[in-house]
């Protein structure tokens, strides 16, 4: 039986969709196009366009970017809306409905994905990269504050 590319797409985040419905939170896949156009416009605002193998590299060079800890304490601080999660490869990409709360993505049951979770209009990303311990917070510089 043949795979489609879509199907593909969709057995590679069944782990973070299990993720979401458990906490509730309505999602929708977003298409392979779109999905490249997004990740134009992530890298241009959060790396300076840059396009290095893993994406993180980069943000954790940004001076903006909160690293550890404090990062995802940063991020729990957001206020919900509508964000976007993908992976490194861009096998696949979500769009999260807003909701009384962000989605808490733990790696433990994701050992081999870099994650990034991402405000809708680019306000901050948030990278869980599998290779490093760390977490990197960073606001977009029209946002800082």
Known sequence: MKITP???????ALEITE?????????????QEELKSFDKRWRNIFIDGKTPQFKWDYLHRNSLTIKGADALME????WASIIYIFNEELNYGLRCEKTNKLPIISLDKLPFEDIYICHHNM?????????????????CSEYKK
């Open 6 to 12: 879509e199907e593909l797409r969709k057995s590679i």
């Open 19 to 31: 993720i979401l419905d458990n906490q509730n939170i309505k999602y929708s896949y977003i298409e």
């Open 123 to 139: 306000k901050w990303t948030l990278a869980l990269p599998h290779e490093h311990p760390l977490a990197y917070f960073c606001k």
């Open 75 to 78: 991020y729990e601080k957001q």
